[in-house]
């Protein structure tokens, strides 16, 4: 019952982390209602004041990211970009709430340096979007720096930044009540820091997501383009930002340049860009996750076959292939248990799945699936089906191996009697023509010698060794019939017509099969006809088509039945990948013959 | 008359020498693949050549394939295939297309020198010639309903010598009688089996084969 209580405890644990998310929405929520009421009477403070476009872009941005925060933390717990997507929309809002006069001080206060968080948000965001984990070392390495950049300067605005001695304030320039000194030095150099941090890591995040798109690892997660693509335009929008606030540009600045208005308006268009990007990826991710959910049960009534069929419709990619390892084969095989060659294509990704550490087997699809984690959504009760269908393509696969060995004993048997046929035929049989040549130079000479008693005795030998020819002819067809291989089943089939105690009707496709397929049908009609000729008078009847590859044919007599004696004509067919049946009229047999 | 020899075994080879040379037939060569076969006919055109159906190298139906170029590109020179098999099967193969100068016998026949000789004066005359075992094989063949009983014993006979590929005149000689009894066995024996009237000689060995094979 191992699985029911894993469950029960990623629910509970779930239920946990939707904690966090919950409250910083609410507070996100509060944040959107101060930044509207901000617009209406701090026209010196806040961007959203200043024109109907910059309201409408700050507020479609913060509340497109809450809402994709939320929902990414409540379908997503086990990954940080819900959580991270909602701390990114109260980054962004921040500093409009700072900007509210209305607002209490201390709210105001402590929105400031939540600003600062803004680009560390991002560029984490941006490396570890979609799955919330980093790929890279490096990318691990700038996540750290981020947080710890990011935490370490939100601390320093909080408690170093001195608004009221800072000669450009504008948000806010009211004191800090936080403030641990008061020192005009230490202000600027803080706001000047937290602006460096922001240009450091954008640029940082650029140069890793760039250098990363150039090499183009393959078979990998990749952060699909239209996250990635406006996540990156937003660091460079950092970077000019950030580059314009920097003192010894203009000083005095003014907020409300034109510019500052431009780049506040492409900045709220590149985050509603991202939050549509992610919401985009949710919803797939989603409507994937409800088609697996299935899965277990459409395993188990073994719906449309196979679990490749299964996937295939749920992730929308006609391309998906299930490999299954078999350790005892020391292959991979299909779900019918066919060989497969697992072979990494560019555009493929590869997801394995795993029970227990044992690896059950590997699923290649589109590398676009990235947002959602496979090995993950194949859950434990659709896993136990999974083994299912691994256990069956083990099985048939072993068939296979079998019915491949089977053919390979096949065809050396019949290396073995063909060689048999040719030693009777060139050696036994020349031998004793040979001898018959001789016995009748004996049989002139004796004549000659006028011994008429030693020539009848020769003559009487000759005829011996004629009728031995004849049995060994008898011997070697019966061993190996030659005019199969040498002009084909149908010649063959006459001969063995000429040969026959019983009439036998032939209507067969006149043309050349494979060796194999020639051998086995040769041998289930030679068999069959053998096996009804006991006592009985009435003709066998063979007729057959061909189509698609197909060869099906009918051997038709009354005395035909499963018998022992078709065993190993059966087995030939069967060898091939064929079927006999037998009817109420003789049997019936399909068999490749491409 | 040339012939050569073709034939891989070198014991059988000699004898068959041997017994064209008492009966006073010039062998120009003895080879032992059809290679040398083909270069020996296109070079010294000789009157007849004895081929064994299995040579080197696959020993399988390399007889037959030499035999057929021989007829398509020398078309004067007789052929005459050795076979161990009794298969009708294989004597098509060989006669199908080119029935004319082109004989198919039994390999234990060879050392008969009557028949050997006999055999290569037919084709060379032009005749077919079909192994009589193989014939004999065909007329005991069980049938469903059996369009040989409508025919009298005489007639029997006529027609498995036809299948042998003998002429009319061949027929004649060989049951004594006059060839204008031969013509009108003959001509009886087509008629209850619905053949074709007469085709000429080895046209009508075909017709008369691929009937007892149907």
């Known amino acids: 019952m191992m699985p029911e209580t894993e469950t029960v405890g990623i629910e509970r644990f779930h239920r946990l982390r939707l904690v966090p998310p919950g409250l910083l929405t609410l507070i996100g929520i509060a944040f959107l209602y101060w930044v509207a009421r901000g617009a209406d009477n701090s026209v010196e403070s806040t961007f959203v004041a200043q024109s ?17 925060g939320l929902g990414g ?87 170093l930044y001195q608004p009221f001695l800072d000669l450009d304030c504008w948000r806010i320039c009211s004191p800090n009540p936080l403030v641990l000194f008061d020192n005009p030095d230490v202000s600027r150099s803080v706001i000047d820091l937290s602006l460096w941090m922001a240009i450091a890591l954008s640029s940082s995040f650029l140069w890793l997501a760039l250098n990363r798109r150039l090499a183009r690892s393959q078979h990998q997660v990749k952060a699909p383009w239209y996250v990635i693509g406006p996540i990156g335009f937003l660091a460079l929008a950092e970077i000019v930002h950030a580059s314009l606030l920097l003192p010894g540009l203009q000083f005095p600045v003014d907020p409300f340049a034109q510019r500052f208005m431009t780049l506040f308006i492409i900045r709220a268009g590149l985050l509603i860009a991202v939050g549509f990007g992610i919401a985009w990826d949710l919803i797939r991710d989603l409507r994937i996750r409800w088609s697996l959910a299935g899965l277990a049960s459409d395993l188990e009534e073994g719906a449309s076959g196979s679990l490749a069929s299964i996937l295939a419709q749920a992730l929308n990619d006609d391309t998906v292939e299930v490999a299954y390892w078999i350790p005892r084969l020391q292959r991979h095989v ?80 019949d290396a073995t009697r063909r060689a048999l046929e040719r030693d009777l035929h060139d050696g036994a049989q020349q031998s004793l023509l040979a001898l018959s040549y001789k ?125 022992y004696a078709l065993t190993h004509a059966v087995d030939r067919i069967g060898a091939l990948e064929g079927s006999v049946v037998f009817t109420e009229a003789g049997l019936r047999a399909e068999i490749p013959c491409e | ?20 040379e008492e009966a006073g037939i010039e062998v120009i060569a003895e080879v032992a693949d059809p290679g040398a076969l083909l270069r020996v006919v296109s070079t010294r055109q000789p009157d007849a050549a004895l081929i064994d159906i299995r040579m080197p190298p696959t020993h399988t139906d390399e007889g037959i394939v030499a035999a057929r170029q021989i007829r398509e590109t020398e078309p004067e020179v007789g052929v005459l295939v050795l076979s161990q098999f009794l298969d009708s099967g294989y004597a098509m193969e060989v006669l199908e297309g080119h029935p004319e100068r082109t004989g198919y016998l039994l390999k234990e026949r060879i050392f008969d020198g009557a028949v050997l000789v006999d055999a290569l004066n037919r084709v060379m005359e032009g005749e077919t010639v079909v192994d009589p075992t193989i014939v004999t094989r065909l007329l005991g063949r069980r049938r469903l309903e059996d369009p040989l009983e409508r025919l009298t014993p005489r ?7 036809v299948a042998e590929g003998l002429s009319n005149k061949g027929i004649a000689e060989r049951l004594v009688v006059t060839e204008r009894t031969v013509e009108a066995h003959v001509t009886q024996v087509f008629l209850k089996l619905g053949l074709d009237g007469s085709p000429g000689s080895h046209r009508r060995v075909l017709a008369v084969l691929a009937f007892l094979r149907a």
Request: proline share 4%.
């Open chain 1, 52 to 68: 109907t476009w910059t309201l409408a872009t700050a507020q479609a941005a913060g509340g497109a990211l809450l809402l994709v």
């Open chain 1, 73 to 159: 933390a409540i379908t997503r717990p086990d990954r940080m970009i819900g959580l991270l997507t909602t701390g990114l929309a109260l980054a962004w809002l921040a500093p409009e709430v700072a900007g509210w006069s209305g607002a209490p001080l201390w709210v105001r206060h402590t929105a400031l340096p939540l600003g600062t968080m803004f680009t560390p948000l991002l560029v984490v965001i941006g490396l570890l979007y979609p799955l919330g984990k980093a790929r890279a070392r490096s990318d691990r390495r700038l996540v750290k720096a981020s947080y710890l950049f990011g935490a370490a300067m939100t601390m320093a605005v909080g408690l």
């Open chain 1, 334 to 413: 299909d779900a019918n248990g066919r060989t497969v060659v697992p072979s990494p294509e560019p555009g493929r990704a590869v997801t394995m799945i795993e029970s227990s550490g044992t690896l059950l087997g590997l699923v290649m699809h589109s590398s676009k699936l990235a947002a959602t984690d496979l090995e993950r959504e194949i859950g434990s009760a659709a896993r136990l089906a999974v083994d299912n269908e691994r256990l069956r393509a083990e099985l048939l696969a072993q068939a296979n191996e079998i019915r491949e060995s089977q053919g390979r004993i096949v065809s050396a048997t």
């Open chain 1, 439 to 563: 016995l009748r130079i004996a049989r002139t000479e004796a004549r000659r010698a006028g011994s008429e008693d030693s020539a009848a005795q020769i003559e009487k030998a000759t005829e011996e060794t004629l009728a031995t020819i004849e049995a060994v002819r008898k011997v070697a067809h019966g061993i190996f019939p030659s005019i199969l291989v040498d002009a084909g089943l149908i010649r063959a089939l006459e001969s063995l017509r000429e040969r026959s105690a019983i009439p036998v009707d032939i209507s067969l496709p006149d043309k050349r099969f494979s060796e194999l397929t020639e051998m086995a049908v040769y041998q289930l009609i030679a068999d069959a006809i053998e096996a009804t000729t006991s006592g009985v008078v009435d003709g066998v009847s063979v007729s057959g088509t061909e189509s698609d590859g197909w060869l099906t044919f009918e051997v038709t007599h009354p005395n035909l039945r499963v018998g």
């Open chain 2, 1 to 20: 008359m040339r012939v050569v020899v073709a034939e891989d075994v070198m014991l059988t080879r000699e004898g068959i020498v041997h017994v064209l």
């Open chain 2, 155 to 161: 007639e029997r006979e006529v027609l498995s010598l």
